[in-house]
């Protein structure tokens, strides 16, 4: 869905990242290191398409362990493919998240693929599906660089929220 191309993509960083076009690429929890005690941590996706199942109920297990337990993860960035419809599986991805009272950002990706016209039709549609605000989400492409800056500030002011609090 595009989440190592997002990191490679802040980072500045074409190939630091291994990304690939079969889902699945990303293994285990892998840090990069952005700042003083500040890291990017890449996770891997939920369509594991082409691995066996006990690796993606392992994976599920780790991923849902460490976002409930990691006491300075600021925010998930949680990355949707502004493509396609709203997902169930986005869709329970959220609402846990807000259950369980985890910041997160979410991201719709792959701009480049759309027109303008068609982009903005299709985030009204993901907006709706998935209850989110027009002005906490981000439009992003790791290929053209769109929404790289807004991201980053956005990121940036996770950050923030939780030093004042
Ligand atoms: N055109 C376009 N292609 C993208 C973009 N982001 C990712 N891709 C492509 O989508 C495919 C998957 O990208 P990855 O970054 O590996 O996705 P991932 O979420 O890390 O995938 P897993 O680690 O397998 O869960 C690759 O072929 C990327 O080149 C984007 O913004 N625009
Ligand atoms: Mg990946």
């Known amino acids: 869905m595009g989440k190592s191309s997002l990191i490679n993509c802040l980072i500045g960083r074409k190939a630091l990242v291994k990304v690939s076009g079969r889902p699945g690429k990303t293994q285990g929890l892998n840090y990069f290191q952005v700042g003083d005690g500040l ?10 398409a082409r691995v066996s199942k006990t690796l993606q109920e392992g994976w ?19 990355i949707i493919d ?7 599986q986005d869709t329970q991805l959220l609402s846990w998240l ?4 985890i910041p997160y950002l979410p991201v719709y990706t792959k701009t480049d693929k ?15 599906g998935h209850d989110i605000q027009a002005g ?6 790791s290929k053209t660089g769109q929404g790289r ?3 980053l500030r956005a990121m ?6 939780r030093q004042k609090g």
């Open 39 to 48: 890291y990017f941590v890449d996770l891997p996706g939920y369509g594991f």
């Open 60 to 78: 599920q297990e780790l991923v849902t362990s460490y976002l409930e337990t990691r006491e300075t993860l600021r925010c998930v960035v949680v």
């Open 82 to 88: 502004i493509r396609h419809a709203p997902k169930t």
């Open 98 to 101: 807000k259950l369980k009272g």
């Open 114 to 128: 759309l027109s303008g016209n068609e982009r903005v039709l299709n985030a009204r549609l993901l907006d709706g």
């Open 136 to 141: 906490s989400r981000v439009l992003f492409s």
């Open 149 to 151: 800056e807004e991201l």
């Open 156 to 161: 940036a002011a996770f950050l923030d929220v």
